[in-house]
């Protein structure tokens, strides 16, 4: 059985750092990499990052662009998404996914 578990998550003051975690069991990041969605109240889910250790590439939308970054550890088991200087329109519901299995989602939020 696969799953993602998310971890990670919390309040935050702007220019913070926080770094998610996505934990799989079933299956590894190594085939398929890991993509990080988000979705704040009232808006449209964003894609806002992804990795492929396959292929070494990755993306980064301009949003998130040298503030997030992914990596992973030793095993492909689990992924995270560093963030860093972060600002209050950071603020959402993370998701991790992977082929189509989705982590359950993790609260950021960044206020004063």
């Known amino acids: 059985q696969v799953q993602l578990v998310q971890s990670g998550g919390g309040l935050v003051r702007p220019g913070g750092s926080l770094r998610l975690s996505c934990a799989a069991s079933?299956?590894?990041?190594?085939?398929?990499?890991v993509v990080w969605y988000r979705q704040a109240p009232g808006k449209e889910r964003e894609y806002i990052a992804a990795?492929?250790?396959?292929?070494?590439?990755?993306y980064y939308a301009e949003a998130v662009r040298g503030r997030f970054s992914i990596s992973g550890d030793d095993t492909l088991s689990t992924a995270f998404l560093q963030m860093n200087n972060l600002k209050p329109d950071d603020t959402a519901v993370y998701y991790c996914v992977t082929e189509d299995f989705w982590g359950q989602g993790t609260q950021v939020t960044v206020s004063s």
């Open positions: 079933g299956l590894t990041f190594n085939d398929h990499g």
């Open positions: 990795r492929r250790w396959d292929t070494g590439n990755a």
